[in-house]
């Protein structure tokens, strides 16, 4: 069962971004109207939302890299790696890079700040953003049809006849096809609301599923072991 769709968690790490930058622009003081358009707790919220947003959706991004590596067998990096800082004595297993994404090695396998967090309600303000996710974005749409009027002609990629990579003015679209865009675009907002939804089951299933392989007897090595955890894990993201 695919728990993370990583192509909805990086749309909510690019408004979380947005809303990022607006809260900076507001904090140098050269326009006093703007320096009080948001309230602190407002201001506060955006900062937080898009560190949170940046911290989980960058790890998301690199665990399923290195599950993308492991299930193909491609361990040799990760071994010079390890061989460049290790002490005597030290094993190579690479079930340990997959679970720093959860623990960053601690003792007691808490975790730091930057690990994935246990529970996604840890990100209260992230969760915020991403219940409203749909009506934000339409508001932003309308704000800038506002500010900029028939200057704001929206762009949809496409492939040009040497299957180049061109960009095509909405306004030269079919009506038709427009309708069809317009519908896409707004189910993939709502889509993105729930984004967040199964993450809890999502890391206590990779907590699980890493504890398992880490102890079975049905591998004869530690790389064997590590492939096969990569392939199951691999099953809780939303293919691409």
Same mark, same amino acid.
């Given at each position: 069962?695919?728990?993370?769709?990583? =192509?909805?968690?990086?749309?909510?790490?690019?408004?979380?971004?947005?809303?990022?930058?607006?809260?900076?622009?507001?904090?140098?003081?050269?326009?006093?109207?703007?320096?009080?358009?948001?309230?602190?707790?407002?201001?506060?919220?955006?900062?937080?939302?898009? /560190?949170?947003?940046?911290?989980?959706?960058?790890?998301?991004?690199?665990?399923?890299?290195?599950?993308?590596?492991?299930?193909?067998?491609?361990?040799?990096?990760?071994? =010079?790696?390890?061989? @460049?800082?290790?002490?005597?004595?030290?094993? /190579?297993?690479?079930?340990?890079?997959?679970?720093? /994404?959860?623990?960053?090695?601690?003792?007691?396998?808490?975790?730091?700040?930057?690990?994935?967090?246990?529970?996604?309600?840890?990100?209260?303000?992230?969760?915020?953003?991403?219940?409203?996710?749909?009506?934000?974005?339409?508001?932003?749409?309308?704000?800038?049809?506002?500010?900029?009027?028939?200057?704001?002609?929206?762009?949809?990629?496409?492939?040009?006849?040497?299957? @180049?990579?061109?960009?095509?003015?909405?306004?030269?679209?079919?009506?038709?096809?427009?309708?069809?865009?317009?519908?896409?675009?707004?189910?993939?907002?709502?889509?993105?609301?729930?984004?967040?939804?199964?993450?809890?089951?999502?890391?206590?299933?990779?907590?699980?599923?890493?504890?398992?392989?880490?102890?079975?007897?049905?591998?004869?090595?530690?790389?064997?072991?590590?492939?096969?955890?990569?392939?199951?894990?691999?099953?809780?993201?939303?293919?691409?």
């Amino acid at each position: 069962m695919a728990f993370i769709n990583l =192509e909805l968690i990086g749309a909510l790490r690019n408004e979380a971004r947005h809303a990022f930058r607006l809260a900076e622009s507001v904090s140098y003081g050269w326009d006093k109207e703007e320096s009080t358009m948001l309230d602190p707790e407002t201001y506060m919220m955006m900062i937080k939302a898009h /560190f949170q947003a940046k911290n989980l959706f960058d790890n998301l991004s690199k665990l399923h890299t290195v599950l993308s590596d492991f299930a193909a067998g491609d361990f040799q990096k990760y071994i =010079e790696q390890f061989e @460049e800082f290790a002490e005597d004595g030290q094993v /190579f297993d690479p079930i340990d890079d997959v679970l720093y /994404f959860f623990t960053a090695g601690t003792i007691d396998g808490r975790g730091t700040i930057h690990s994935l967090p246990p529970k996604i309600e840890q990100y209260a303000e992230l969760c915020a953003l991403t219940g409203s996710y749909a009506r934000i974005r339409e508001t932003s749409r309308t704000g800038i049809q506002k500010i900029f009027g028939d200057a704001f002609r929206p762009h949809y990629e496409a492939e040009g006849p040497d299957r @180049e990579r061109t960009f095509v003015p909405e306004s030269e679209l079919p009506a038709d096809l427009v309708d069809v865009l317009h519908a896409d675009r707004d189910i993939k907002e709502i889509e993105t609301e729930y984004a967040l939804d199964k993450y809890n089951d999502f890391y206590h299933a990779c907590r699980v599923l890493i504890e398992v392989h880490a102890c079975s007897a049905e591998y004869e090595t530690e790389e064997e072991a590590a492939q096969g955890l990569a392939v199951e894990l691999l099953g809780y993201f939303k293919a691409n």
